[in-house]
C-alpha cells in the first residue's frame, strides 16, 4: 500500500465574511473614517507608503472577521481620498492640528490619537458639504472605540476649534 499524503496546512484564501454591498451609505462613511485612522496608525507605525497601506487594508480587512467582529465594509472611496488627502497636505494638517492643541494647552499626543486628529482635520478642510457635526462625531465615536479616557472630549474640542478656524 502506497503511503498516504500528509494533509495539506495552507490555508484557503480569506474570503470577506460580508459583500461590499453590505450596509447603509452611513454605515460605510464612517467605517471609512475608522479605516482611515487605522491605515494612518499603521503607516506611521510601519513607514508605510499610503497607496500600499489603503490597498491592503482593503484587501485584508474591509467587511472581514476579525478577533470575531465583522464590520461594515469602508466607502472605499473616501477612505482613500482621507488618507491620501492627508498624506498630501500633512504639513497643512499638522501645523493645524498643533494649533488647535495649543489653544487648548495640549502639547503632542500619542500616535493613535494624532491619526484620528489628522484624519478629522483633513475631513473638515476638504468636505465642506459634509455637516461638522457629522465629521466630529464619527470621529468621537472612532476615539470612544479605542479609548476609555478623556480622549473623546479632546477629539471634540479639537476638532471643533480647528471646524472654527477653517468653516468660518
Known amino acids: ?6 494533509p495539506q ?35 506611521r507605525l510601519n513607514n508605510q507608503e499610503a497607496k500600499s497601506a489603503v490597498r491592503e487594508y482593503i484587501n485584508h480587512r474591509s467587511g472581514f472577521n ?23 497636505r500633512w504639513t497643512d494638517i499638522d501645523e493645524i492640528v498643533a494649533a488647535a492643541l495649543a489653544a487648548g494647552k495640549k502639547g503632542e499626543v500619542e500616535t493613535l490619537l494624532e491619526s484620528i486628529l489628522r484624519a478629522g482635520a483633513f475631513e473638515l478642510l476638504e468636505h465642506g458639504s459634509t455637516d461638522t457635526g457629522i465629521i466630529i462625531n464619527d470621529y468621537m465615536n472612532v476615539t470612544n472605540g479605542f479609548y476609555e479616557g478623556s480622549e473623546v472630549k479632546l477629539v471634540n474640542a479639537v476638532l471643533d476649534k480647528i471646524a472654527k478656524t477653517v468653516r468660518s
Not at 500500500?1 to 500528509?6: A, D, E, I, L, Y
Not at 484564501?13 to 496608525?41: C, D, F, I, N
Request: proline share 12%; charged share 30%.
Open 9 to 43: 496546512l495552507i490555508r484557503p484564501p480569506e474570503r470577506p465574511a460580508v459583500k461590499k454591498s453590505t450596509g447603509s451609505p452611513k454605515a460605510k462613511r464612517t467605517a471609512a473614517r475608522l479605516a482611515a485612522v487605522q491605515v494612518l496608525y499603521q503607516m
Open 1 to 6: 500500500m502506497p503511503p498516504r499524503k500528509p
Open 66 to 88: 476579525i478577533d470575531g467582529d465583522v464590520l461594515v465594509p469602508a466607502d472605499e472611496e473616501l477612505l482613500s481620498d482621507i488618507v491620501m488627502g492627508v498624506t498630501k
